[in-house]
């Protein structure tokens, strides 16, 4: 009697970068729509701050203990959490402007998958004098005043005015910091490359 064959297994579910991503983006989701702070959450769910970071930001792979952890303090189910993170089809993500903000901006990319291009909304209070975050200010980026008016400092030493309508497009470190040199605050969209450059050691 021949032995039966084989039974052929089905590829194995992929868990990647992405799907960690998505997972950290759908958690992240939660906590907010709950009304949670991370360290409110850190103390329901017995995990530490730096942790539940890392996780909605995706940057980590996570032990199944501080998601279960996470997931149970939201009052989700993991079921739930998995199909999401697993979930491919396209979403509209959309972002209030009533949200707060500020100088360190609000993302616009939350909802791309292995975005290269990073877009951020960002206020600028009057009479205020901003250095750049690194994500501007290391990158090539292009922005734009939406209202209010805007002293662009580059390293040069040279100030250059902007008003609602104009933009600039920067390679890294020329401009430095800006200045909101109007009485009502300045909304700027800006967008910075993040794609990846070996800087000629290849």
């Not at 590829?11 to 989701?29: K, Q, S, T």
């Not at 530490?48 to 501080?66: D, Y």
């Not at 149970?72 to 998995?82: E, F, M, N, S, Y």
């Not at 040069?156 to 390679?171: E, F, I």
């Amino acid at each position: 009697m021949r032995d039966p064959s084989p039974v052929q297994s089905e590829d194995p579910v992929r868990f990647g970068a992405a799907e960690l991503r998505r997972l950290g983006r759908y958690l992240h989701e939660q906590r907010k729509a709950a009304g949670l702070t991370l360290q409110i959450l850190s103390e329901r769910a017995e995990v530490g701050v730096a942790s539940i970071r890392a996780l909605e930001a995706g940057r980590t792979s996570p032990s199944l203990t501080t998601v279960l952890r996470v997931v149970g303090a939201l009052g989700l189910t993991i079921d739930r959490v998995v199909a999401e993170a697993m979930a491919t089809d396209a979403r509209v993500v959309v972002t209030r402007a009533a949200k707060s903000h500020g100088q360190a901006g609000q993302s616009l990319s939350e909802g791309l998958e292995d975005a290269t291009l990073n877009a951020r909304r960002v206020e600028l209070a009057p009479g205020g004098l901003y250095k750049l975050p690194s994500s501007l200010s290391e990158a090539p980026s292009f922005c734009m005043v939406i209202n209010g008016t805007l002293v662009a400092a580059t390293g040069k030493a040279d100030r250059v005015r902007l008003s609602a309508g104009d933009s600039y497009l920067a390679r890294p470190g020329e401009v430095q910091a800006w200045a909101n040199t109007g009485t009502e605050p300045a909304h700027l969209i800006c967008v910075s490359d993040r794609t990846p450059r070996d800087n000629g050691t290849r």
